[in-house]
């Protein structure tokens, strides 16, 4: 991240401004350089040894990606109405009252199942490397289920399948 040549060259306000931008504490007596330049020095790799050791910010357990899959096969995906008024509303249509406030809902569902669907996919990321063929069995059935629920979007006119 950084070197300590390119570190050494600058003040100590500069320093200490580079560990506040970053949230960084000295290692030591504020008035010497040599404890702003070890703390910005070693932060990054304290950083990757505290989470490989689950201190701090941490995966969630297998369990905790189950029940959001659970939840997201619990939503079901829209149909071929559901799915022409979401895109509909997303390209700024909306319906009267009382109507719209249904509208909304279901266009708030629908996002948050997306949401879900990709947190899912960037959490399973981590997971893929610890090399568990079940974890990845999920991440499979969530790109599934994204694919399933986008086709009704990838219809166009002119095509069969519209």
């Not at 330049?37 to 369990?63: C, H, N």
């Not at 022409?84 to 009382?98: C, D, H, Q, S, V």
Request: hydrophobic share 35%; proline share 5%.
């Amino acid at each position: 991240m950084f070197t300590r040549s390119e570190l050494e060259i600058k003040t100590i306000k500069e320093l200490r401004d580079l560990c506040l931008r970053y949230g960084i504490k000295p290692t030591g007596n504020k008035g010497y350089k040599t404890s702003w330049i070890t703390s910005l020095m070693v932060f990054p790799r304290m950083a990757l040894s505290q989470f490989e050791a689950d201190k701090g910010l941490k995966p969630p357990t297998f369990a905790f990606m189950q029940a959001l899959s659970n939840a997201i096969d619990e939503m079901n995906a829209p149909t071929d109405e559901q799915a022409a008024l979401i895109k509909i509303t997303m390209e700024g249509k909306i319906m009267n009252y009382p109507d719209r406030y249904t509208q909304e809902k279901l266009l708030a569902l629908h996002k948050a199942k997306m949401y879900l669907e990709m947190a899912i996919g960037l959490l399973s990321t981590s997971h893929r490397k610890k090399g568990s063929e079940i974890e990845e069995d999920i991440l499979c059935r969530v790109a599934q289920k994204k694919s399933d629920m986008l086709s009704p979007y990838l219809k166009y006119p002119g095509s069969n399948d519209w």
